[in-house]
């Protein structure tokens, strides 16, 4: 059984649950409900398309550093709060036609974030509904 503690994220007022096996468990490598050892939830994404280049770079169990430079403000800023109350670290970059329409820029960062939240998820072990 697993031990539920909250702990204060350094400058910040948000909570981020952390799981710990209890006192007397063999110590080993973190892992959640008898699955295999939990890898980093990471991933790093790059789509080229004739209108846009993004990048995106993801980091599930971060402290909720963004780093987002799109074009679009009210686009950053979503993805900001995102990272900042799901404590998730996002660094994305985009560059595209702008001057044209930022529909594109807006389809392809969203295309490239659930590409790299698929890869970080990886096979989604220990995941529930």
Known sequence: ??????????????????????????????SIEGFADMTERRAEVERNTLETQVRVAINLDGSGRSDISIGVPFLEHMLDQIARHGLIDLDIRSTGDLEIDDHHTVEDVG????????????????IRR
């Open 1 to 30: 059984m697993m031990e539920v503690r909250y702990v204060q994220v350094p400058g910040r007022q948000v909570l981020k649950r952390i799981l710990r096996p209890p006192a007397n468990a063999m110590m080993r490598p973190f």
């Open 111 to 126: 295309i490239t974030l659930g590409q790299a939240l698929a890869q970080a998820l990886g096979d989604k072990r220990g």
